[in-house]
């Protein structure tokens, strides 16, 4: 599954990008995130409860971030797990600013295993979608300027 977009976040790029590399920001702003631990200079142990559809659980997940380039760029791999199946993804953010705006364009590949792939690709795409929106909502909470 592919997720694309991109988000303004109301604040200036070097706040926004130094949010998204600090697990205290992060574990804040992913949805269902309850840990966020630093393992390594760019990978983080973390466990997260998530539903789709009727289906509901707790995953264990491996975040690590590669290719940084701040404030502007970096690419952050995953690989979660639970009894619900597997979750696999990649995804890619670009930062630009422009009078004090971030925007944050997102590419991503996501690959779901287990019983998590039987909701079908439409339940698992909207999900997506509201996690997205949810992610960058706290997200901007959490960097714009108030």
Same mark, same amino acid.
Do not use: H
């Given at each position: 599954m592919k997720v694309e977009g991109a988000q303004k976040i109301g604040a200036p790029r070097e706040r926004v990008f130094a949010a998204l590399v600090d697990p205290a920001i992060l574990q804040k702003c992913i949805p269902g995130c309850q840990v966020l631990e630093k393992i390594g200079d760019t990978q983080y142990a973390a466990k997260l409860?998530?539903?789709?559809?009727s289906i509901k659980g707790v995953f264990t997940a491996? +975040?690590?971030m590669v290719d940084l380039v701040a404030p502007s760029h970096y690419k952050l791999l995953v690989?979660?797990?639970g009894q619900q199946g597997f979750v696999k993804g990649s995804g890619i953010l670009d930062l630009s600013?422009?009078?004090g705006v971030t925007e944050i364009?997102?590419?991503g590949d996501v690959? +779901?295993?287990?019983?998590l792939?039987? +909701?079908?690709?439409r339940m698992l795409e909207s999900t997506a979608k509201m996690m997205v929106a949810k992610f960058f909502s706290a997200l901007e909470n959490e960097t714009g300027d108030k």
């Open positions: 409860t998530a539903s789709i559809g491996t +975040v690590t690989d979660a797990k600013e422009q009078s364009k997102y590419t690959n +779901v295993g287990g019983t792939a039987s +909701v079908g690709q």
